[in-house]
């Protein structure tokens, strides 16, 4: 089925570590982008990409970056994982243009824990 | 700026009694609804949104918000739950031009007993 795909699901990392957390769409949408869902805090955006070749910070930015690979890929990286990490992390796309229903496509997250 | 308030972290129901979940936002420009809905251990699925035109908009599953611009209000309605609607609703809210990136509210959680 076409849709955003996240790997890995699950993953524990020690602190200082570092990991990608890879995402691919097959939708041919232009904007990606990385959400972390928090209990009671909802969802909030860490990185965007409006279209390919492009990229910026979203709420909370500090201690990842990502990459935009190319149309159907953007990963997100943490160089030096922290507790303050553990958080359930999902990747996102958007459509545009004729025929978008103004939704976004999430994929099924990835579970990290630092510990 | 744009924000959401969800005003329940968690509703309890029971099945087939009707249930709202509120969502209340605040904007200085003119702004797309969104609800969506995440069950255990998935991503979120747009559950419906409101665009432009009718107040009451109506989504899957049986599930209808309606749209009060003068209260700045998105609540969510079903008039009979079941127990597969326990899930997580989000409230969203965009702008209407540029970047379109949602902001969210942070969560109820509909809990429907048997």
């Known amino acids: 089925n076409a849709g955003v795909t996240q790997t890995p699901k699950f993953q524990v990392l020690k602190t200082g570590q570092s990991m990608t957390l890879q995402c691919a769409q097959d939708?041919?949408?232009?904007?990606m982008y990385w959400y972390r869902q928090d209990p009671g805090m909802g969802l909030r955006l860490i990185y965007y990409?409006?279209?390919?070749?492009?990229?910026d910070k979203g709420e909370v930015p500090n201690g990842y970056n990502v990459s935009r690979l190319n149309k159907r890929e953007f990963s997100l990286r943490l160089e030096s994982a922290a507790p303050s990490q553990t958080s359930v992390y999902f990747c996102?796309?958007?459509?545009?243009?004729?025929?978008?229903?103004?939704?976004?496509?999430f994929g099924s997250g990835t579970r990290l824990t630092v510990v | 700026a744009q924000s959401v308030t969800q005003l329940d972290s968690q509703v309890p129901v029971f099945e087939e009694a009707p249930v709202e979940l509120r969502c209340n936002y605040s904007?200085?420009?003119?702004?797309?609804l969104f609800w969506y809905v995440q069950y255990p251990n998935q991503g979120l699925q747009l559950l419906l949104k409101?665009?432009?035109?009718?107040?009451l908009v109506k989504g899957i599953n049986g599930f209808e918000a309606e749209f009060n611009k003068s209260q700045t209000s998105f609540h969510l309605r079903k008039p009979s739950v079941h127990i597969s609607d326990t899930a997580e609703y989000f409230c969203a809210v965009s702008d209407r031009g540029g970047s379109y990136i949602p902001t969210f509210g942070r969560g109820t959680s509909l809990i429907v007993h048997p």
């Open positions: 996102a796309s958007r459509g545009s243009g004729t025929g978008w229903n103004y939704g976004y496509t």
């Open positions: 939708m041919n949408h232009n904007s």
């Open positions: 409101y665009l432009s035109g009718s107040t």
């Open positions: 904007s200085s420009v003119s702004v797309y």
């Open positions: 990409s409006a279209s390919e070749g492009t990229t």
